[in-house]
């Protein structure tokens, strides 16, 4: 068989190996310098006062949710097309989330339906970029604003994208980027809040280290968490948030490389292209192409298996939060609740896609797409 490809690979390189290196010869693993470096770093990528650094971007929203004061029986409007921890933080306080669908030409929360589904009860926003897509940011708040909602923006797939002038991590009240080993850049494990409010701030502090108050180690003023992050994430953090540019260059390099191999395959109608806008400047999380509505989620099914079968790495974003059993049974919806989302996520596969993806890869990949589609297709 030929070489594989991977559905996603870090871009570490020698200086994220020395700074990791220089922590462990130190005597600081944890709560020192680099995590203060690494969260004025992502402050400032996303234009915010504060940035607070956390063990996952699933901490980070869990606090997020928390310090915002959303609560048991509280309403949160947000999508039912995104990584299953972005409803997971809301049922972690016993809130509701109040799913609305998608809209088709972004991917994201249809802005219209997120303020048709606001009622007395509606605490919050939390719309998610989809894949990267800033799409609608600036109408999620204009909306959370006028309706006196508080808003998370959950970009955890976002870090470095910019919506007209501004960068995702600025809209609503905080943001939360991740740094798991598939993101735009990895900590290996790791999250960061980014916020201006002093008061979201100083919770989150408190709370993502066992809800302390003060420098007094073990005096407690509220219910907290172990949610902190290392010394050495935060330099391997630090360097790659450094490097954010350059990769992110080479994440628009590979993509525009699936744009052209794969135009192909949509001026005949067998394909979606992603739907990513401000594609120059764009953060480029997954490339996630889409089949034709003709197809079906077993023909979708089929692709994914033979790219493989052919060694390619590939998996089919998203599975609809609301179809997810324990979901079903705790919130009670069930299939064609969310047809928009479920039409899209059954016909979305993301392909291979990192840094250095080399242009053959991406020929090889285009070219068992296109034997998948037209051999076997309807
Ligand atoms: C990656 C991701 C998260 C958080 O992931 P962690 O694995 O907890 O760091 C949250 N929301 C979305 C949309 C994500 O893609």
Redesign the pocket.
Known sequence: MSELIPLSAPDITHAERQAVADVLSSDRLSIGPRIEAFEAACAARAGRKYGIGV???????HLCVRSLGIEEGDEVVTTPF?????TN?VLFERAKPVFVDIDPESYNMAPGAAEAAITERTKAMLP???FGNTAHFDAYERIARQRGLAMIE????ALGGVLGDRPAGNFGDCG?F???P??QITTG???MIVTDDPAVRDLCVSMRNQGRATEAWLSHARLGYNYRLSESNAALGLVQIGRLDEILASRRRAAALYDQALGKLADAGLIHMPTMIHRDKASW?VYVIRLADRFTQTDRDAVLAGLRAAGIGCNNYFVPIHTQPYIMDMLGTKPGDFPVTEHVAARTLALPFFAGLAESQVERVAEEVARMLTCSGP
């Open positions: 063990s996952s971007g699933t901490s980070g929203l995104s990584f299953i921890a972005t933080c998610v970029e989809a959950d970009c955890c797939e939360v991740a740094f798991y598939n993101k494990e790791g999250g999380f």
